[in-house]
C-alpha cells in the first residue's frame, strides 16, 4: 500500500468515526473547517485521532 493509499484510509476511518458525534455538522459547517481539522480543534475527539 502506498503513502497516499494508506493516508486516504485513515482519513476515512477518522471521518466515519467523527460523523458518528453530535457536533459533526456544526463543526464541519464552519469556514475552514473540515473533518481532520474538526477532530484536532475539537477536544473530546482528540482521543480519536490519537487511536488511530
Same mark, same amino acid.
Given at each position: 500500500m502506498s503513502l497516499n493509499q494508506h493516508v486516504s484510509e485513515l482519513d476515512k476511518s477518522i471521518e466515519a468515526r467523527f @460523523? +458518528?458525534?453530535h457536533a459533526? +455538522? !456544526?463543526i464541519t459547517s464552519m469556514p475552514g473547517l473540515g473533518v481532520i481539522p474538526g477532530v484536532v480543534q475539537h477536544p473530546a475527539l482528540r @482521543? !480519536?485521532?490519537s487511536v488511530l
Open positions: @460523523r +458518528d458525534h459533526f +455538522d !456544526v @482521543r !480519536v485521532a
